[in-house]
């Protein structure tokens, strides 16, 4: 049995249903793993935690509570700033602590189980989590790192698989597995300042293309992964907190984007309590197509979706929100769409992004010809919108937008050797066809 989620309500006892395939037509799709919002998955490491969580994993260990503001802001500093990896490192903690942490907890990462490298420069990696039990060999996600000259883009991951059906999506294919908890959605970025050699005194990875601006290769944060986060809205809210902390991971919040489908009742939320940037994965501009290409529209229709959007907290032209709107041919591309967007979007401070679709194997859907995106684009950019057609990165290790999913749901056992060998996807996907 697992539990249903509550999302508006947060109902901890809210009643069980039982996990399934995924139902035609559905909307959404049940965690077959519930986790507690903000509950360490296995083993006790201290990274990814809250300050709160700190203090409370000191205080089981017997440091005094007139000591644990103290002592939390030395963790503080060297796991968020100087990306220690052992107790040992902690040159202005006691030696008796030192000990102490040690034989309690930990600073491992979740394991790096492969890494893909595109040839624009891309990287891709399958992250496996702690397992939170004896039936749980862990979770696995993918979390994407898009280098620029002038910046680099986290891609993160909220959920193991996703809650929601969007039909373009790869993502939306496979079951829903749980949420992340706060400390596995922030060691995310943890893992990725690792392996880019992006700490005070490290050195880039050997052949990594990184931003030679002189500033950090991670500079800004995109929930765009798996999972919708706004259906694990607590852990999100938590892990921004961690990530945007001035003494540790110093992220700016106005570099920090979530990205949601359109769960109407926890956008209010993200922008009081996260007080992130936010994007809205829209694709349609009509309730009957966006029905099919987004569900979640049958229970939040378009109409509420674009007033929670004029009431975000904080919006204004400085900070304007991005519309998400993936080109697929003949589907959404015309003209008409085009102009039909515009008028939606009147009076709100608008960004649109227009996406290339993605392909993926196993697609109904096409992606619309590169004249059709541009003159949907000039439309756009001549009613006043920024309309940039982002240009797709990492779709030859299957790292572009809506391509995500998780490596335990699409490879068989021969392809997850190859994978883990440094086989590109096309060869991994060729061989899995081959099988078949």
Same mark, same amino acid.
């Given at each position: 049995?697992?539990?249903?989620? @509550? ?18 037509? *559905? ?13 360490? *998955? ?13 203090? +409370? $994993? ?21 796991? /968020? ?36 490298? &595109? ?8 992250? $496996?989590?702690? #397992? ?12 994407? /790192?898009?280098?620029?000259? %002038? ?31 706060? *400390? ?7 893992? *990725? ?34 999972? +919708?986060?706004?259906?694990?809205? @607590? ?8 990530? &945007? ?9 106005? $570099? ?76 959404? @591309? ?30 109904? /859907? &096409?992606? #619309? #010809? ?25 779709? %030859? ?8 999913? &998780? ?21 991994? /996907? ?5 099988? @078949?």
């Amino acid at each position: 049995m697992s539990q249903a989620l @509550d999302i508006a309500r947060r109902n901890p006892n809210a009643p069980a249903v039982e996990a399934g395939a995924i139902a035609d037509g *559905a909307i959404e799709k049940v965690a077959e793993r519930p986790l507690a919002p903000g509950a360490l *998955a296995g083993q006790p490491s201290l990274v990814g935690l809250t300050r709160a969580e700190l203090a +409370e $994993r000191l205080g089981a260990i017997g440091v005094p509570e007139r000591e644990q503001r103290m002592r939390v802001q030395q963790l503080w500093h060297w796991i /968020y700033f100087r990306g220690a990896n052992a107790f040992s490192e902690m040159t202005n903690v006691g030696k008796g602590l030192r000990a102490a942490l040690a034989e309690a907890y930990t600073l491992a990462r979740p394991e790096v189980v492969s890494e893909q490298v &595109s040839k624009d420069g891309t990287r891709k990696w399958l992250i $496996r989590m702690p #397992s939170t039990g004896p039936l749980d060999r862990g979770a696995e996600i993918e979390c994407v /790192y898009i280098p620029e000259t %002038d910046r680099g883009t986290l891609c993160v991951s909220s959920q193991v698989g996703c809650t929601l059906t969007c039909s373009f999506c790869h993502t939306g294919t496979q079951k829903l597995v749980r949420n992340l908890t706060s *400390a596995e959605i922030v060691a995310q970025l943890v893992v *990725a300042r690792d392996r880019l050699g992006d700490w005070p005194h490290a050195s880039p990875a050997e052949g990594a293309f990184v931003p030679s601006d002189g500033g950090r290769f991670v500079t800004n944060i995109v929930f765009m992964g798996m999972g +919708e986060p706004l259906y694990n809205t @607590d852990n999100v809210v938590a892990a921004i907190g961690v990530m &945007s902390d001035n003494e540790g991971l110093g992220l700016s919040r106005r $570099r920090i984007t979530v990205s949601t489908s359109g769960v109407v009742p926890q956008i209010e939320r993200l922008g009081q309590e996260a007080n992130s940037m936010l994007a809205i994965s829209l694709h349609a501009v009509r309730d009957e197509l966006r029905n099919e290409l987004v569900p979640l529209n049958k229970k939040y229709p378009i109409a509420q979706l674009i007033e929670a959007c004029r009431t975000y907290p904080g919006v204004s032209n400085a900070r304007r929100i991005t519309f998400e709107y993936v080109m697929l041919d003949g589907v959404n @591309d015309s003209d008409a769409d085009a102009r039909a967007l515009v008028r939606l979007l009147e009076g709100v401070p608008a960004k649109i992004n227009l996406i290339p679709f993605n392909p993926w194997p196993g697609t109904k /859907y &096409s992606c #619309s #010809s590169w004249e059709r995106i541009e003159r949907f684009s000039e439309i756009v950019f001549r009613a006043g919108y920024a309309s940039p057609v982002r240009t797709p990165r990492g779709r %030859d290790i299957l790292a572009a937008c809506g391509q995500l999913k &998780s490596e335990t749901e699409k490879l068989r056992a021969r392809a997850r050797m190859m994978a883990e060998s440094g086989i590109g996807a096309e060869g991994v /996907y060729a061989a899995a066809a081959a099988d @078949d």
